[in-house]
């Protein structure tokens, strides 16, 4: 039978997803503890893979194996075994075969958000959580040069030297940009507006460092740096010497896939309603 779990994770402490020799990443620890629940080797095939440093809401993987297990067992023995940091959100079972679900080749978009804390102060209790600027941003411009990402396009301005996606064209369907603004208190003469900036994402597929790439040039947009036109001409160069340095993973947050409504999983997690 095939398996498909919801996972969410604090990605602080760990080397990213994908399983490496260090034994110190999301995708280990998962394995690990599927192994202890099951007494057997178990082989997870995820959604989309995470830096080190990035956290997940909802990614979702898929195994294979011949225990017969209600979902919540699969959920409360698997996070038995696993790292407070790290957790199974949900479990079913899943149609296996050539029209059965995968995790990655079933995914009809993926969704990443940005949170950014806007303040003059670093963060403290939100520290690898959140980015940080001490510069105050504007939306308006930031919106007019996401715009200017979106549909599909050659994204090698914005693409890691190391990325091994097999073509740098992908579709870009929306990115969403708000401001909360913190306290209710009127600011004195000089004091900067301070609040949480959330910056939100959704495409086909992402290359490696694609959005933090992204993330760097609308900053540049958003404190005047660069003018709103300029995203075009990064867009245009296909090279990623002419963008902006590819900004911290702190405040970057795996949303998950998007799947068709007929294998019945679940869109969220209980941790999106955390997200700031």
């Given at each position: 039978?095939?398996?498909?779990?919801?996972?969410?994770?604090?990605?602080?402490?760990?080397?990213?997803?994908?399983?490496?020799p260090?034994?110190?990443?999301?995708?280990?620890?998962?394995?690990?503890?599927?192994?202890?629940f099951?007494?057997?080797?178990?082989?997870?095939?995820?959604?989309?893979?995470?830096?080190?440093?990035?956290?997940?809401?909802?990614?979702?993987?898929?195994?294979?194996t011949?225990?017969?297990?209600?979902?919540?067992?699969?959920?409360?023995?698997?996070?038995?075994?696993?790292?407070?940091?790290?957790?199974?959100?949900?479990?079913?079972?899943?149609?296996?075969?050539?029209?059965?679900?995968?995790?990655?080749?079933?995914?009809?978009?993926?969704?990443?958000?940005?949170?950014?804390l806007?303040?003059?102060?670093?963060?403290?209790?939100?520290?690898?959580?959140?980015?940080?600027?001490?510069?105050?941003?504007?939306?308006?411009?930031?919106?007019?040069?996401?715009?200017?990402?979106?549909?599909?396009?050659?994204?090698?301005?914005?693409?890691?030297?190391?990325?091994?996606?097999?073509?740098?064209?992908?579709?870009?369907?929306?990115?969403?940009i708000?401001?909360?603004?913190?306290?209710?208190?009127?600011?004195?003469?000089?004091?900067?507006?301070?609040?949480?900036?959330?910056?939100?994402?959704?495409?086909?597929?992402?290359?490696?460092?694609?959005?933090?790439?992204?993330?760097?040039?609308?900053?540049?947009?958003?404190?005047?740096?660069?003018p709103?036109?300029?995203?075009?001409?990064?867009?245009?160069?296909?090279?990623?010497?002419?963008?902006?340095?590819?900004?911290?993973?702190?405040?970057?947050y795996?949303?998950?896939?998007?799947?068709?409504?007929?294998?019945?999983?679940?869109?969220?997690?209980?941790?999106?309603?955390?997200?700031?």
């Amino acid at each position: 039978m095939r398996i498909a779990l919801g996972v969410s994770y604090n990605g602080q402490a760990y080397n990213g997803w994908q399983s490496q020799p260090s034994g110190n990443t999301v995708q280990d620890h998962l394995e690990a503890a599927l192994g202890r629940f099951t007494a057997q080797e178990v082989s997870t095939i995820c959604a989309g893979r995470t830096d080190a440093g990035v956290h997940g809401l909802m990614q979702v993987v898929h195994f294979d194996t011949a225990l017969q297990r209600a979902p919540n067992s699969w959920v409360r023995g698997t996070n038995t075994f696993l790292p407070k940091d790290i957790a199974v959100q949900w479990a079913a079972e899943v149609p296996e075969g050539l029209d059965g679900f995968h995790s990655r080749a079933c995914a009809m978009a993926r969704r990443y958000a940005y949170v950014l804390l806007q303040s003059p102060v670093r963060p403290s209790v939100d520290h690898g959580r959140v980015g940080w600027i001490f510069q105050p941003l504007d939306a308006e411009r930031m919106r007019a040069a996401a715009a200017l990402l979106l549909g599909e396009h050659d994204f090698s301005s914005f693409r890691a030297a190391g990325c091994q996606a097999k073509t740098p064209v992908k579709t870009l369907h929306r990115i969403d940009i708000h401001y909360r603004q913190a306290g209710q208190a009127p600011m004195r003469d000089g004091q900067m507006d301070c609040g949480y900036w959330h910056f939100e994402f959704e495409g086909n597929a992402f290359l490696h460092h694609m959005i933090r790439n992204i993330m760097g040039c609308l900053l540049y947009v958003g404190q005047g740096t660069k003018p709103v036109e300029w995203m075009q001409q990064v867009l245009d160069a296909r090279s990623r010497e002419v963008a902006a340095p590819t900004f911290s993973p702190d405040g970057l947050y795996f949303l998950g896939p998007i799947y068709d409504a007929r294998w019945g999983l679940p869109i969220d997690t209980p941790p999106f309603a955390w997200l700031p």
